[in-house]
């Protein structure tokens, strides 16, 4: 019997506490509240590449988590909030804490010119002795005993697209806050992470 079905889903963070990032103000209020966090969840998403040896044009999409909000920063209008970006990601000050980030920091030099630093990856963190890396649904089900529900259709979509649907937002927004959750719980239980 698959235990993962039996477990009620994770309700993630409601839509009204998710802010996309679209313009000068809205990174202005963004950087004032990412700015004072202690640490933040941490994720980006790029639209998918389907071919052999083509190449990803990511990030598309970057996405940061308060205990209390995320915000979305689409890559496409970055112009404006780049700044703001940029001064969160390469903070020694904020902890960043999300899952799988290695191509995420590669991304993010490459593209943007950004390089995060005090960043932890609970993908390797969190993950048991002689076990490989440990996935963000894994995770939920460990620390909270719901199913996290990660569509593929969703995780393929164009994260390049000029407008995100509801799904997308939804998606990438508990992406970045169930990380941060997920790393406070670890931290509650004890575990303490020297970096």
């Known amino acids: 019997m698959n235990l993962?079905?039996?477990?009620?889903?994770?309700?993630?963070?409601?839509?009204?506490?998710?802010?996309?990032?679209?313009?000068?103000?809205d990174a202005e209020r963004a950087l004032a509240v990412l700015e004072v966090a202690d640490v933040l969840g941490f994720d980006t998403e790029s639209k998918p590449v389907f071919f052999?040896?083509?190449?990803?044009?990511?990030?598309?999409?970057?996405?940061?988590?308060?205990?209390?909000?995320?915000?979305?920063?689409?890559v496409v209008a970055a112009g404006h909030s780049t700044v703001?970006?940029?001064?969160?990601?390469?903070?020694?000050?904020?902890?960043k804490v999300g899952f799988g980030l290695g191509d995420d920091h590669k991304r993010l030099q490459a593209k943007l010119g950004i390089t995060p630093r005090h960043v932890l990856d609970l993908s390797r963190a969190l993950r048991e002795k002689g076990?490989?890396?440990?996935?963000?649904?894994s995770a939920v089900?460990?620390?909270?005993?719901?199913?996290?529900?990660?569509?593929?259709k969703v995780s393929t979509s164009n994260w390049a697209a000029a407008l995100l649907n509801e799904r997308q937002i939804k998606y990438?927004?508990?992406?970045?806050?169930?990380?941060?959750?997920?790393?406070?719980?670890?931290?509650?239980?004890?575990?303490r992470f020297a970096g």
């Open 172 to 191: 990438a927004a508990d992406d970045a806050h169930v990380a941060l959750l997920v790393y406070r719980k670890w931290q509650a239980g004890g575990t």
């Open 84 to 95: 703001a970006i940029k001064a969160v990601l390469e903070s020694p000050q904020i902890l």
């Open 52 to 74: 052999k040896g083509q190449q990803s044009t990511g990030p598309h999409l970057i996405q940061l988590a308060t205990d209390q909000e995320v915000f979305l920063f689409p």
């Open 131 to 137: 076990q490989g890396d440990l996935g963000a649904k």
């Open 4 to 25: 993962e079905i039996v477990l009620p889903p994770y309700p993630g963070i409601s839509l009204e506490h998710v802010y996309l990032v679209q313009s000068l103000p």
């Open 141 to 152: 089900a460990m620390h909270f005993g719901m199913r996290l529900q990660k569509s593929k």
